[in-house]
């Protein structure tokens, strides 16, 4: 059983900055992906970004050169930094982590908003 526990929400003005953090319970090397999902309001839940275990990522186009996801392998730790934040940005952030049989784990979410 793998926990994720995320971290460094907030709220912020537009244009500023956040950085996600999600902490796996055992090795992160030991996942296929991890990555970041977020649910505004009335949305379905969508993905903004992913690793995997090569260090490959992908981005949703809609955050693309504005946040930049990594790994911090020695601290079993995947972040996600934030920049030029925008009001559209806002919503719950959900860390999710596949194992190499399919099965996903996921966080309890952080609230991220951004002010106009």
């Known amino acids: 059983q793998v926990q994720l526990v995320e971290s460094g929400g907030g709220l912020v003005q537009t244009g500023g900055s956040l950085r996600l953090s999600c902490t796996t319970s055992?090795?992160?090397?030991?996942?296929?992906?991890v990555g970041w999902y977020r649910q505004a309001p009335g949305k379905q839940r969508e993905l903004v970004a992913h690793i995997t275990r090569g260090g490959n990522t992908m981005y949703a186009d809609s955050v693309k050169g504005r946040f930049t996801i990594s790994r911090d392998n020695a601290k079993n730790t995947v972040y996600l930094q934030m920049n030029s934040l925008k009001p559209e940005d806002t919503g719950i952030y959900y860390c999710?982590?596949?194992?190499?049989?399919?099965?996903?784990?996921w966080g309890q979410g952080t609230q991220v908003t951004v002010s106009s």
């Open positions: 055992g090795s992160i090397l030991s996942l296929d992906v």
């Open positions: 999710k982590a596949t194992n190499p049989w399919n099965y996903d784990y």
